[in-house]
T-cell receptor, first 111, second 113 residues
Framework: GDSVTQMEGPVTLSEEAFLTINCTYT??????LFWYVQYPGEGLQLLLK?????DKGSNKGFEATYRKETTSFHLEKGSVQVSDSAVYFC??????????FGAGTTVTVRA | DAMVIQNPRYQVTQFGKPVTLSCSQT?????MYWYQQKSSQAPKLLFH???????NEADTPDNFQSRRPNTSFCFLDIRSPGLGDAAMYLC????????????FGPGTRLTVT
């Protein structure tokens, strides 16, 4: 079945540091890949997505590239801010209605 | 703005007292989902509706029920809440035939006393 393995946290960084959160997946067919972000006390928000191999999703300075050969979708940001402190979930959909989530990575950015 | 709305944001109920959480959407999406999320764990899918067709996950307890009276609204009923049911409940929507992207509401934090 489908599964997502995500880098365990928590991750603590200083402002302006480089952030990488690793995500690898197992899926049948050609899944769509997502990164969702959850700020404290809120629901999940879509951060970025990629629907086919070699696509790069980007938003708010975050980027992730769909790598079929390594079955990966690593999230990166070059310079984090305190406001990026949140829980980040990698997810995939290999049909068009169910999401498989990774365990989530808690990121804390200190000023 | 089109969105997913959940009410209330915070709900306190007593052990064993039935409670209903509500979700509405203005996106006109045909699929609606209910998730349970504890701490900062990944959301756990309880069930979903594809239009009026109800789809229960195999491990969802019978204590959890759902209703979808129309396209816009979906309800989560917990018949006899236990202390273990305290969690964040997330509603989400999607349009079938798209790439699987789901749109989430802000969640309802349920406390069981």
């Amino acid at each position: 079945g489908d599964s997502v393995t995500q880098m365990e946290g928590p991750v603590t960084l200083s402002e302006e540091a480089f952030l990488t959160i690793n995500c690898t997946y197992t899926a049948t067919g050609y899944p769509s890949l997502f990164w969702y972000v959850q700020y404290p006390g809120e629901g999940l928000q879509l951060l970025l997505k990629a629907t086919k191999a070699d696509d790069k999703g980007s938003n708010k300075g975050f980027e992730a590239t769909y790598r079929k050969e390594t079955t990966s979708f690593h999230l990166e940001k070059g310079s984090v801010q305190v406001s990026d402190s949140a829980v980040y979930f990698c997810a995939l959909s290999s049909n068009d209605y169910k999401l498989s989530f990774g365990a989530g990575t808690t990121v804390t950015v200190r000023a | 703005d089109a969105m997913v709305i959940q009410n209330p944001r915070y709900q306190v109920t007593q052990f064993g007292k039935p409670v209903t959480l509500s979700c509405s959407q203005t996106l006109n999406h045909n699929v609606m989902y209910w998730y349970q999320q504890k701490s900062s764990q990944a959301p756990k899918l309880l069930f979903h509706y594809y239009d009026k067709d109800f789809n229960n996950e195999a491990d969802t307890p019978d204590n959890f029920q759902s209703r979808r009276p129309n396209t816009s609204f979906c309800f989560l009923d917990i018949r006899s809440p236990g202390l273990g049911d305290a969690a964040m409940y997330l509603c989400a929507t999607s349009r079938k035939g798209r790439d699987g992207e789901q749109y989430f509401g802000p969640g309802t934090r349920l406390t069981v006393t």
